[in-house]
């Protein structure tokens, strides 16, 4: 069965620091691989999306970057954290095309203080 | 960007009650999937409903989808403690080529009294 591995759970992080949050994903080849932020009280926005090793799109200009290093690895990182980088990240996974259900990870809760 | 915006943002009903949650979107789908979030947690998906249904059930959940309305609404029947989440709807845009994820409305928090 196929399962994601989202690491870490919590992280504090104070301001001008870097950052790197890890998915995995077991159990499948060549998934599509997604990032996204949920502010408190808000929906998903989707960051940054890969279809395949070292190919990255991303849906908004911002602080953070991605990278896809292997087939089932994405990284989220940063170079200098902001405050406004404080939200819930999840990584999630799909097999199709965007043409099916989405496998979320358990997420990871940064604050930047 | 959002595309889908639940309707109400929050509902708390009596265990037993039945939890209806409504979705609107704004462009041509594939997809509409609903999903649900425990506090801090990932989401999980619930069901799909692709565009040329009507209408799905899986258990105790009954999804319509209205596709000249733009909307789809999400029944829970004989609600449970348990079912105390927030509940997002997520459409797969038929732009993009479909690689590029879901589109999450805000939610809707369910909570039930016991």
């Known amino acids: 069965s196929q399962t994601i591995h989202q690491w870490p759970a919590t992280l504090v992080q104070p301001v001008g620091s870097p950052l790197s949050l890890e998915c995995t994903v077991e159990?499948?080849?060549?998934?599509?691989l997604y990032w996204y932020r949920q502010a408190a009280g808000r929906g998903l926005q989707l960051l940054f999306y890969?279809?395949?090793?070292?190919?990255i799109s991303s849906e908004v200009p911002q602080n953070l970057s991605a990278s896809r290093p292997q087939d089932r690895q994405f990284i989220l990182s940063s170079k200098k954290l902001l405050l406004s980088d404080s939200g819930f990240y999840l990584c999630?996974?799909?097999?199709?095309?965007?043409?099916?259900?989405?496998?979320f990870g358990q997420g990871t809760r940064l604050t930047v203080v | 960007s959002q595309q889908g915006e639940e309707d109400p943002q929050a509902l708390s009903i009596q265990e037993g009650e039945n939890a209806t949650m409504n979705c609107s979107y704004k462009?041509?789908?594939?997809?509409l999937q609903w999903y649900r979030q425990n506090s801090g947690r990932g989401l999980v998906h619930l069901i799909l409903?692709?565009?040329?249904?009507r209408e799905k059930h899986s258990g105790r959940l009954r999804v319509t989808l209205d596709t000249s309305k733009k909307s789809s609404s999400l029944l829970i029947t004989a609600s449970r403690a348990a079912d105390t989440a927030s509940y997002f709807c997520?459409?797969?845009?038929?732009?993009?080529?479909?690689?590029?994820?879901?589109?999450f409305g805000k939610g809707t928090h369910l909570i039930i009294q016991p």
């Open positions: 997520a459409t797969d845009e038929t732009t993009g080529g479909g690689a590029d994820g879901l589109t």
């Open positions: 409903i692709r565009s040329n249904e």
């Open positions: 890969s279809v395949g090793i070292g190919q």
């Open positions: 999630a996974w799909a097999r199709d095309r965007g043409l099916g259900e989405a496998f």
């Open positions: 462009t041509s789908i594939n997809n």
């Open positions: 159990g499948t080849s060549n998934p599509n």
